[in-house]
Protein backbone atom coordinates (compact mmCIF):
# COMPACT_ATOMS: atom_id res chain seq x y z
CA UNK A 1 0.00 0.00 0.00
CA UNK A 2 1.29 3.65 -1.34
CA UNK A 3 1.04 6.31 1.43
CA UNK A 4 0.45 9.63 -0.60
CA UNK A 5 0.36 12.84 0.91
CA UNK A 6 -1.67 15.94 -0.38
CA UNK A 7 -0.33 19.57 0.62
CA UNK A 8 -3.18 22.07 -0.19
CA UNK A 9 -0.49 25.46 -0.70
CA UNK A 10 -3.42 28.07 0.25
CA UNK A 11 -4.47 26.06 3.17
CA UNK A 12 -0.80 26.39 4.52
CA UNK A 13 -0.74 29.88 3.96
CA UNK A 14 -3.98 31.36 5.82
CA UNK A 15 -6.13 28.91 4.19
CA UNK A 16 -8.96 29.94 1.96
CA UNK A 17 -13.19 29.63 2.44
CA UNK A 18 -12.35 26.94 -0.34
CA UNK A 19 -11.60 23.29 -0.60
CA UNK A 20 -8.43 22.83 -3.18
CA UNK A 21 -11.09 20.54 -5.71
CA UNK A 22 -8.33 18.87 -7.22
CA UNK A 23 -6.69 17.31 -5.04
CA UNK A 24 -10.20 16.24 -3.04
CA UNK A 25 -10.18 14.05 -6.86
CA UNK A 26 -6.32 12.82 -6.17
CA UNK A 27 -7.39 11.99 -2.79
CA UNK A 28 -10.60 10.24 -3.72
CA UNK A 29 -8.59 8.20 -6.74
CA UNK A 30 -5.56 7.09 -4.46
CA UNK A 31 -7.86 6.18 -1.87
CA UNK A 32 -10.12 3.97 -4.68
CA UNK A 33 -6.70 2.05 -5.56
CA UNK A 34 -6.14 1.01 -1.79
CA UNK A 35 -3.59 3.53 -0.86
CA UNK A 36 -3.38 5.68 2.44
CA UNK A 37 -3.90 9.15 1.71
CA UNK A 38 -3.29 12.18 4.43
CA UNK A 39 -3.21 15.75 4.34
CA UNK A 40 -0.05 17.29 5.54
CA UNK A 41 0.06 20.74 7.12
CA UNK A 42 4.01 20.17 8.08
CA UNK A 43 5.74 20.42 4.51
CA UNK A 44 9.00 18.65 6.05
CA UNK A 45 7.12 15.68 6.59
CA UNK A 46 7.05 14.35 3.02
CA UNK A 47 10.02 12.22 3.55
CA UNK A 48 7.42 9.60 4.92
CA UNK A 49 5.33 9.38 1.79
CA UNK A 50 5.85 7.37 -1.33
CA UNK A 51 4.31 10.20 -3.52
CA UNK A 52 3.40 13.95 -2.17
CA UNK A 53 0.58 16.23 -4.32
CA UNK A 54 0.88 19.89 -3.74
CA UNK A 55 -1.22 22.43 -5.87
CA UNK A 56 -1.91 25.94 -5.05
CA UNK A 57 -5.20 28.16 -6.53
CA UNK A 58 -3.29 31.49 -5.97
CA UNK A 59 -0.57 32.71 -7.71
CA UNK A 60 0.61 34.90 -4.16
CA UNK A 61 0.29 32.18 -1.56
CA UNK A 62 3.18 31.88 0.25
CA UNK A 63 5.69 28.38 -0.35
CA UNK A 64 9.10 26.98 0.56
CA UNK A 65 9.81 26.29 -3.07
CA UNK A 66 12.80 24.31 -1.88
CA UNK A 67 10.05 21.20 -1.59
CA UNK A 68 9.29 21.01 -5.32
CA UNK A 69 12.54 19.58 -6.12
CA UNK A 70 12.06 16.50 -4.04
CA UNK A 71 11.87 13.51 -6.07
CA UNK A 72 8.23 12.15 -4.30
CA UNK A 73 6.91 15.46 -5.15
CA UNK A 74 4.33 16.21 -8.01
CA UNK A 75 3.02 19.62 -8.05
CA UNK A 76 0.43 21.80 -9.85
CA UNK A 77 -2.99 24.29 -10.14
CA UNK A 78 -3.09 27.24 -11.01
CA UNK A 79 -1.16 29.48 -8.40
CA UNK A 80 1.84 27.55 -10.20
CA UNK A 81 0.86 27.82 -13.90
CA UNK A 82 -1.52 31.33 -13.82
CA UNK A 83 -1.28 30.69 -17.87
CA UNK A 84 -2.97 27.89 -17.66
CA UNK A 85 0.12 25.62 -19.13
CA UNK A 86 0.63 23.37 -16.32
CA UNK A 87 -0.37 19.71 -16.41
CA UNK A 88 -3.47 18.25 -16.69
CA UNK A 89 -5.20 15.81 -13.96
CA UNK A 90 -4.97 12.25 -16.10
CA UNK A 91 -8.40 11.62 -16.94
CA UNK A 92 -9.59 8.90 -14.47
CA UNK A 93 -8.66 11.36 -11.63
CA UNK A 94 -10.10 14.82 -13.82
CA UNK A 95 -13.73 12.29 -13.42
CA UNK A 96 -13.16 10.68 -10.14
CA UNK A 97 -15.74 11.51 -7.46
CA UNK A 98 -13.76 13.95 -5.14
CA UNK A 99 -12.92 12.86 -1.39
CA UNK A 100 -15.11 14.94 0.70
CA UNK A 101 -13.73 13.60 3.95
CA UNK A 102 -9.68 14.90 2.69
CA UNK A 103 -9.82 17.88 5.11
CA UNK A 104 -12.17 16.82 7.93
CA UNK A 105 -8.87 15.81 10.83
CA UNK A 106 -7.56 19.80 9.41
CA UNK A 107 -11.30 21.63 10.24
CA UNK A 108 -11.86 19.31 13.24
CA UNK A 109 -8.53 20.64 14.58
CA UNK A 110 -8.78 24.19 13.69
CA UNK A 111 -12.82 24.08 15.30
CA UNK A 112 -10.78 22.39 18.77
CA UNK A 113 -8.99 25.73 18.43
CA UNK A 114 -11.51 28.20 18.01
CA UNK A 115 -12.23 28.71 14.46
CA UNK A 116 -16.15 29.08 13.81
CA UNK A 117 -17.49 25.80 12.71
CA UNK A 118 -19.36 28.04 9.72
CA UNK A 119 -16.01 28.74 8.38
CA UNK A 120 -15.89 25.27 6.68
CA UNK A 121 -19.27 25.42 5.13
CA UNK A 122 -17.81 24.74 1.44
CA UNK A 123 -15.70 21.91 2.96
CA UNK A 124 -18.63 20.51 4.24
CA UNK A 125 -21.98 21.34 3.41
CA UNK A 126 -21.78 21.17 -0.67
CA UNK A 127 -20.95 18.81 -3.27
CA UNK A 128 -18.40 20.62 -5.87
CA UNK A 129 -17.57 20.60 -9.52
CA UNK A 130 -18.33 21.74 -12.99
CA UNK A 131 -20.31 20.84 -15.74
CA UNK A 132 -18.54 22.62 -18.31
CA UNK A 133 -15.17 24.39 -18.81
CA UNK A 134 -14.41 27.12 -20.89
CA UNK A 135 -15.67 30.76 -21.69
CA UNK A 136 -15.61 32.26 -24.99
CA UNK A 137 -15.20 35.71 -23.09
CA UNK A 138 -11.62 35.94 -22.23
CA UNK A 139 -12.12 38.85 -19.76
CA UNK A 140 -8.95 40.68 -18.95
CA UNK A 141 -9.12 39.89 -15.37
CA UNK A 142 -10.20 35.97 -15.58
CA UNK A 143 -7.57 33.44 -15.16
CA UNK A 144 -9.30 30.86 -17.43
CA UNK A 145 -7.99 31.98 -20.82
CA UNK A 146 -7.28 28.07 -21.77
CA UNK A 147 -9.97 27.37 -23.31
CA UNK A 148 -11.86 29.72 -25.79
CA UNK A 149 -15.55 27.99 -26.17
CA UNK A 150 -17.59 26.32 -23.02
CA UNK A 151 -17.89 22.90 -23.49
CA UNK A 152 -19.41 20.11 -21.44
CA UNK A 153 -17.28 18.51 -18.55
CA UNK A 154 -18.97 16.13 -16.64
CA UNK A 155 -22.09 14.91 -15.05
CA UNK A 156 -23.19 16.17 -11.51
CA UNK A 157 -23.45 12.66 -10.68
CA UNK A 158 -19.45 12.44 -10.87
CA UNK A 159 -18.78 14.95 -7.83
CA UNK A 160 -22.64 14.90 -6.07
CA UNK A 161 -23.08 13.57 -2.61
CA UNK A 162 -26.33 12.77 -1.53
CA UNK A 163 -25.08 13.20 2.37
CA UNK A 164 -24.67 17.02 1.55
CA UNK A 165 -27.24 19.65 1.34
CA UNK A 166 -25.74 22.24 -1.44
CA UNK A 167 -24.07 21.44 -4.83
CA UNK A 168 -21.45 24.53 -5.80
CA UNK A 169 -20.34 24.29 -9.58
CA UNK A 170 -17.80 26.38 -10.25
CA UNK A 171 -17.99 26.65 -13.69
CA UNK A 172 -16.95 29.63 -15.71
CA UNK A 173 -19.85 30.25 -18.08
CA UNK A 174 -22.54 27.56 -17.81
CA UNK A 175 -24.77 29.67 -19.69
CA UNK A 176 -22.88 29.62 -22.43
CA UNK A 177 -23.05 25.83 -23.00
CA UNK A 178 -25.52 25.84 -26.11
CA UNK A 179 -26.90 22.58 -24.60
Request: aromatic share 14%.
Amino acid sequence: MEKIGIIDADLLDNGTRHPNLALMKISGFHKSQGHKVSLITDVNNTRYFNKVYISKVFTYTNFPAIILKKKNVVYGGSGFYPEGDGPLLDNCIEHHMPDYELYEPYIKSKIAKGVKESYFKDYRLFSIGFLTRGCFRQCEFCINKKYKRVMHHSHVQEFLDNKRQYIYLWDDNVLGYKN
